[in-house]
């Protein structure tokens, strides 16, 4: 029965570590060390809790947030709702493949013709036939092949050879540093492992993979050990950046420190600093992050877009049966790849900011989920218990404000400066 029910949860929060996500980890290493690894400990909370709240509301309802949304808030309020998001999704579409033209210099320099302009049409081809020409059970097949190389990053965390007790002395000691830098690196970091389309998309692939009450203890260890599992990642990205990027600045000369602007940057790094094989090993999980958000992002999209609007969706269905769900989903691929390879697009731009962009919509779907989910007469007796609405809560209250900082910083650069 395990198996059978397992998928929703592990997918959904390995999709999590996105081009984005692996960009921002990143950052926070290069520029700051090990000093947010902390971060991840009430993260991975927080995580679980949402991520449960969505997979529960599925099972007992069997229907899809935004549909829940639009029936209990009115069509005015899922419209404008869902059009932020929509747009808010397209600019992450966008970064999934701005991670794909970020892994090219590296496979480039073993093959000559492997060029960004090659590699992003190619990528958004593959993700758009993968999706489309196969059932959900063959898709959920390839997505859990997907997640297995990310186990990449953890060989790269260790082929660093970080000093281990500087990184759990830092991951278990938080570690505050009121600059605008720290604060936009910390949403995104939120923004990034609590993504609000990932809330959609869970609860829709529960509701089409069709689990019910009687079945949900099972899903809930799925969901647990993807966000277990996705946050275990999250911190070896950030190990093999802080004890490469961050301890060479350390010690080197102005004149010789390395920049990070995104992912593929550190990747090039990595090879002088810590072998051939660590940069490898970075590039691929990369591109394989890239590739595989870039699939189930836009896919999210259309799901919650259609359940709000009563347009038929799913990959079980024919071009003909669900056509406005094929479409949009072909529309958030061609946009998104397209806006990459246009001359002079700002990689690290896009990637960064629709991260940040998620921290700061991440309160409003997280309200929305709190009231439904605390509604007796849509959840009976499955609604939240104190403990998961306390967690809940303060996720609402510490995103909300680290937001305004952040947003006040923008206006005031004085402030925290």
């Given at each position: 029965?395990?198996?059978?029910?397992?998928?929703?949860?592990?997918?959904?929060?390995?999709?999590?570590?996105?081009?984005?996500?692996?960009?921002?980890?990143?950052?926070?290493?290069?520029?700051?060390?090990?000093?947010?690894?902390?971060?991840?400990?009430?993260?991975?909370?927080?995580?679980?809790?949402?991520?449960?709240?969505?997979?529960?509301?599925?099972?007992?309802?069997?229907?899809?947030?935004?549909?829940?949304?639009?029936?209990?808030?009115?069509?005015?309020?899922?419209?404008?709702?869902?059009?932020?998001?929509?747009?808010?999704?397209?600019?992450?579409?966008?970064?999934?493949?701005?991670?794909?033209?970020?892994?090219?210099?590296?496979?480039?320099?073993?093959?000559?013709?492997?060029?960004?302009?090659?590699?992003?049409?190619?990528?958004?081809?593959?993700?758009?036939?993968?999706?489309?020409?196969?059932?959900?059970?063959?898709?959920?097949?390839?997505?859990?092949?997907?997640?297995?190389?990310?186990?990449?990053?953890?060989?790269?965390?260790?082929?660093?050879?970080?000093?281990?007790?500087?990184?759990?002395?830092?991951?278990?000691?938080?570690?505050?540093?009121?600059?605008?830098?720290?604060?936009?690196?910390?949403?995104?970091?939120?923004?990034?492992?609590?993504?609000?389309?990932?809330?959609?998309?869970?609860?829709?692939?529960?509701?089409?993979?069709?689990?019910?009450?009687?079945?949900?203890?099972?899903?809930?260890?799925?969901?647990?050990?993807?966000?277990?599992?996705?946050?275990?990642?999250?911190?070896?990205?950030?190990?093999?950046?802080?004890?490469?990027?961050?301890?060479?600045?350390?010690?080197?000369?102005?004149?010789?420190?390395?920049?990070?602007?995104?992912?593929?940057?550190?990747?090039?790094?990595?090879?002088?600093?810590?072998?051939?094989?660590?940069?490898?090993?970075?590039?691929?999980?990369?591109l394989n992050a890239a590739i595989f958000t870039a699939s189930i992002l836009p896919l999210s999209t259309a799901y919650y877009v259609c359940e709000a609007f009563g347009f038929e969706s799913g990959v079980d269905?024919?071009?003909?049966?669900?056509?406005?769900?094929?479409?949009?989903?072909?529309?958030?691929?061609?946009?998104?790849?397209?806006?990459?390879?246009?001359?002079?697009?700002?990689?690290?731009?896009?990637?960064?900011?629709?991260?940040?962009?998620?921290?700061?919509?991440?309160?409003?779907?997280?309200?929305?989920?709190?009231?439904?989910?605390?509604?007796?007469?849509?959840?009976?007796?499955?609604?939240?218990?104190?403990?998961?609405?306390?967690?809940?809560?303060?996720?609402?209250?510490?995103?909300?404000?680290?937001?305004?900082?952040?947003?006040?910083?923008?206006?005031?650069?004085?402030?925290?400066?």
């Amino acid at each position: 029965m395990f198996l059978s029910v397992i998928g929703p949860g592990i997918i959904t929060a390995n999709a999590d570590n996105d081009v984005g996500g692996i960009t921002v980890y990143s950052l926070a290493g290069a520029q700051f060390g090990y000093s947010l690894l902390w971060l991840l400990i009430p993260v991975t909370v927080a995580l679980v809790v949402v991520q449960e709240m969505c997979a529960r509301m599925g099972a007992v309802t069997g229907k899809g947030l935004a549909d829940l949304i639009r029936e209990n808030f009115g069509v005015r309020v899922a419209f404008w709702v869902l059009l932020v998001f929509v747009l808010a999704d397209l600019l992450n579409t966008a970064s999934e493949f701005a991670g794909v033209a970020a892994a090219a210099p590296i496979f480039q320099a073993s093959v000559h013709w492997l060029s960004k302009y090659v590699l992003v049409p190619a990528a958004a081809i593959f993700v758009f036939s993968v999706v489309t020409r196969a059932n959900y059970r063959v898709v959920e097949k390839i997505f859990f092949a997907f997640c297995f190389v990310y186990l990449s990053y953890v060989v790269s965390g260790f082929i660093v050879r970080p000093d281990w007790h500087a990184v759990m002395t830092q991951f278990v000691w938080p570690h505050f540093t009121p600059s605008k830098a720290y604060l936009l690196t910390a949403i995104g970091v939120i923004g990034t492992t609590i993504s609000p389309w990932m809330q959609f998309y869970i609860q829709s692939a529960i509701v089409e993979k069709g689990i019910k009450t009687h079945d949900y203890k099972f899903s809930r260890i799925d969901v647990v050990a993807g966000a277990i599992f996705t946050d275990v990642i999250a911190f070896f990205i950030i190990v093999a950046s802080a004890a490469t990027i961050f301890v060479h600045n350390a010690h080197a000369g102005p004149q010789h420190h390395i920049t990070v602007n995104d992912a593929g940057t550190l990747a090039l790094a990595l090879g002088p600093l810590a072998g051939k094989y660590a940069a490898l090993l970075f590039a691929i999980g990369l591109l394989n992050a890239a590739i595989f958000t870039a699939s189930i992002l836009p896919l999210s999209t259309a799901y919650y877009v259609c359940e709000a609007f009563g347009f038929e969706s799913g990959v079980d269905k024919r071009f003909g049966e669900a056509p406005f769900f094929y479409g949009l989903y072909a529309a958030l691929i061609a946009i998104g790849a397209a806006a990459v390879v246009l001359p002079g697009a700002p990689l690290l731009g896009i990637i960064f900011w629709s991260q940040v962009l998620n921290g700061a919509l991440l309160p409003v779907v997280l309200l929305l989920m709190l009231l439904l989910i605390n509604n007796r007469s849509l959840m009976g007796p499955y609604t939240n218990g104190v403990l998961f609405n306390v967690i809940a809560w303060a996720t609402v209250v510490i995103v909300g404000a680290l937001t305004l900082v952040s947003t006040l910083q923008l206006f005031f650069p004085s402030l925290g400066s």
